[in-house]
């Protein structure tokens, strides 16, 4: 990929640069300003969908035919850039980033057009149930069963790490269908139409950050409709590692990473250091700060060969390289944030954190969000699989040639 200056890509940045500097509302921009997590602040996020739906523009990667923007390797990553530069919410990536594209890719033809459409427009939230108490990363261990009953299947069991289910309207899960065979056999993948089902409990989980991110979903003899499986009959296996490929695959960290990156420096240009001058000028801060900064230009460089078609983006073991650089560098960049914030990071305020609240922060802008966002990364290398897990598959795929 090379994003050299060409006439026709500076037109385009130009273009993308005027439409997130005068569409957003205030409101949107204030949740960009209080993201403290993968999942920016529900409503005004979604609101955010919905203009940038208006304008064609809220699905980049995905296939023209199904809504997406046609827009080069190159165009996608200068949206990217621009995008991030601006601290505007990054889009849920529930429905997007992961359900659309498996819908895409497995659906059938009545799924996408029923289900699609909405996705794009975000008038859907889907949240995903996939773990459970004792099926996290050995996910299948899985034990929520579902048993076919005419048209229909019923449930029975429970998920947890369900993020957002108290805010979404549809779910897609992995359920027990037969415990016949090895354990990855016997699963089968579920859209769910509606999360309030009889029989159907969610239950929010308050995180370290003082935020109901997360759920608990109990299932008593909830009845389903047999339409929402996607792929076959106890082959969900297979459907749940397609898109497990799309949620650890993420190609565009790295302007998100970079965006900490200027939030710690424009930070500590403002702090004094108990050594004098700023902490900016302190050569231990300057070196710690470079060899992150260095580690983000690592991972953009891999990234641009990736979305430029190179093989490395077929690598069974890409997604789980991505994953595991991508979160940890995360964990490493919020761990700066909070020590960089120091004492005024410490007050948990919640009233502030919330858009539209009207509360004032104590400290500045930075110092409100730096703790909650060091506490809710420490989860980054935990979801989608634990790094330890993707340190074994990188293995395994390396050591199987």
Not at 167 to 180: D, G, I, K, Y
Not at 250 to 277: D, H, K, N
Request: glycine fraction near 8%; charged fraction near 25%.
């Amino acid at each position: 990929m090379n994003l050299e200056p060409k006439p026709e890509l500076e037109a385009f940045r130009q273009e993308v640069a005027e439409f997130l500097d005068t569409a957003p509302t205030d409101v949107i921009r204030e949740a960009g300003r209080k993201t403290t997590s993968v999942f920016a602040p529900f409503d005004a996020t979604m609101a955010w969908q919905k203009i940038l739906n208006g304008k064609g523009w809220a699905a980049p990667e995905w296939p023209v035919e199904h809504g997406g923007t046609g827009w080069s390797a190159e165009e996608r990553f200068v949206f990217a850039e621009e995008y991030c530069k601006r601290n505007l919410p990054p889009l849920l990536p529930n429905c997007l980033k992961m359900i659309g594209p498996l819908i895409i890719d497995l659906g059938t033809e009545e799924q996408k057009a029923r289900y699609l459409p909405r996705i794009l427009a975000g008038d859907d939230y889907w949240t995903q149930g996939y773990s459970e108490p004792e099926a996290g990363s050995d996910l299948a261990s899985l034990t929520c069963s579902a048993v076919a009953d005419g048209d229909d299947y019923i449930i029975n069991g429970s998920k947890t790490w369900t993020t957002l289910a108290h805010r979404a309207n549809r779910m897609f899960m992995l359920v027990r269908t037969s415990s016949e065979g090895r354990k990855q056999q016997g699963i089968t993948f579920l859209l769910l139409d509606r999360v309030d089902y009889p029989g159907m409990e969610i239950r929010p989980i308050v995180g370290l950050d003082g935020f109901p991110e997360q759920c608990e979903v109990f299932f008593d003899d909830v009845r389903v409709p047999q339409s929402g499986r996607v792929g076959a009959e106890n082959e969900g296996w297979t459907v749940a590692k397609h898109l497990l490929k799309y949620e650890r695959g993420s190609s565009s960290q790295a302007p998100w990473l970079y965006r900490f990156v200027r939030m710690i420096r424009e930070a500590a240009a403002t702090r004094t250091s108990p050594f004098g001058g700023t902490l900016a000028q302190d050569p231990v801060f300057q070196r710690e700060l470079g060899e992150l900064e260095a580690d983000v230009a690592s991972v953009e460089a891999v990234e641009k060969l990736a979305v430029s078609g190179h093989p490395l983006a077929h690598d069974l073991a890409f997604p789980s390289f991505n994953k595991t650089v991508g979160t940890e560098l995360i964990q490493r960049l919020t761990s700066l944030m909070a020590r960089v914030s120091g004492l005024e990071g410490l007050s948990l305020q919640l009233q502030a954190l919330t858009v539209g609240g009207g509360t004032a922060p104590l400290g500045d802008g930075f110092d409100l969000i730096a703790m909650p966002y060091y506490l809710n990364s420490r989860a980054a290398s935990i979801y989608a699989g634990t790094n330890e897990v993707q340190r074994d598959l990188i293995a395994r795929s390396l050591m199987s040639r």
